[in-house]
């Protein structure tokens, strides 16, 4: 079956301006994770969803960052007042059910913000 | 919280050697490691992974050890091959916690 999709793939906004970027689970996954890859870097835990529900947000660096699945499949996660340091590739993963399953993560959005 | 320190963070190695890549965790409460291997501009795959209650697990050219008591697990890659060489990342996760926790990544070049 189809892979974890994300979308745009890329993109490039101005510091200050509002940005959302679109996560398509694998169908029938119940949790969904947002991590933050910066160049050479390991990807960074966001968020995880189990359902519609953020089980852990912790992750999420400071309020401008948010994020929401409200039918517990697609999530968008949403970054207002862009500054240049969020520039990165955030990256989605889901997985089957709850406890320690394997993740499977979709190809990431490249944020630039210039 | 948990920490995970990754070492080397580049490995050249001839083709058909073997490669070594070894991590460290902080809380002994994480049960579940992953290795992801990424390669340039794709998305993190996972290779393979072990859980606690296992020191050992083998995939064809790829294995993974974990010592509890130390608190590290390794990858070992034999017989490398060119299509080997990408950056891999391990990862740790709590029991109870779902996130992982990344290393660093190790960047491995095989050398024809």
């Known amino acids: 079956g189809a892979g974890v999709s994300q979308t745009p793939s890329n993109k490039v906004t101005e510091k200050g301006k509002y940005v959302e970027l679109r996560c398509d689970p694998i169908?029938?996954?119940?949790?969904l994770y947002w991590y933050r890859q910066s160049l050479g870097q390991g990807p960074e835990f966001l968020i995880y969803?189990?359902?519609?529900?953020?089980?852990?947000d912790s992750g999420l660096p400071n309020d401008r960052f948010f994020a929401v699945r409200p039918e517990g499949s697609v999530s968008t996660l949403k970054i207002q007042r862009t500054e240049r340091g969020d520039s990165a590739v955030y990256l989605c993963?889901?997985?089957?059910?709850?406890?320690?399953?394997?993740?499977?993560f979709g190809p990431g959005t490249r944020l630039t913000v210039l | 919280g948990e920490n995970v320190e990754q070492h080397p963070s580049t490995l050249s190695v001839q083709e058909g050697d073997s490669a070594v890549i070894k991590c460290t965790y902080s809380?002994?409460?994480?049960?579940?490691f992953p290795w992801y291997k990424q390669e340039l501009g794709k998305r993190p795959q996972l290779i393979i992974d072990?859980?606690?209650?296992?020191g050992e697990k083998k995939d064809q050219r790829i294995a993974v050890t974990l010592n509890k008591t130390a608190k590290h697990f390794s990858l070992h890659i034999t017989e490398t091959q060119p299509e080997d060489s990408a950056v891999y990342f391990c990862?740790?996760?709590?029991?109870?916690?779902?996130?992982?926790?990344f290393g660093q990544g190790t960047r491995l070049t095989i050398n024809p």
């Open positions: 072990i859980r606690s209650n296992v």
């Open positions: 993963a889901s997985s089957g059910t709850s406890g320690n399953n394997e993740q499977f």
């Open positions: 969803f189990q359902g519609t529900g953020a089980a852990d």
């Open positions: 169908s029938g996954h119940t949790a």
């Open positions: 990862a740790a996760s709590m029991r109870g916690a779902q996130k992982l926790v």
């Open positions: 809380d002994s409460a994480s049960n579940y």
